[in-house]
Nanobody
Framework: QVQLVESGGGLVQAGGSLRLSCTTSGRTFNTYVMGWFRQAPGKEREFVAHISVGGGSTYYEDSVKGRFTISRDNAKSTVYLQMNSLKPEDTAVYYC????????????????WGQGTQVTVSS
């Protein structure tokens, strides 16, 4: 069992930055592909980014490319999402997720989820 705990959300003005962290329990963090998803009110949960087990490969949803950066520190069992140039449309609850095998942008293919952290971007 893997437990995920997100932190770092908050209220920021448009154009600002936030860094989200997701710390995991267990000794097998470096065997999981890690992903970030988000869900805005009234909308479905959507993919944001994922990162390979070693951290050398990343993939982003088009609307966040060039603004968001996913990274991981396997020694700390933590994955990060650096968010720059934030826009009001980035407002959502952000979730980290762990996937045992392979990459995916589909939320239902991830095995473990955190509780989410709220990001609100004011205009």
């Amino acid at each position: 069992q893997v437990q995920l705990v997100e932190s770092g959300g908050g209220l920021v003005q448009a154009g600002g930055s936030l860094r989200l962290s997701c710390t995991t329990s267990g000794r097998t963090f470096n065997t999981y592909v890690m992903g970030w998803f988000r869900q805005a009110p009234g909308k479905e949960r959507e993919f944001v980014a994922h990162i390979s087990v070693g951290g050398g490969s990343t993939y982003y949803e088009d609307s966040v490319k060039g603004r968001f950066t996913i990274s991981r520190d396997n020694a700390k069992s933590t994955v990060y999402l650096q968010m720059n140039s934030l826009k009001p449309e980035d407002t959502a609850v952000y979730y980290c997720a762990a996937k045992r095998y392979g990459y995916s942008t589909r939320s239902y293919e991830y095995d473990y989820w955190g509780q989410g952290t709220q990001v609100t971007v004011s205009s």
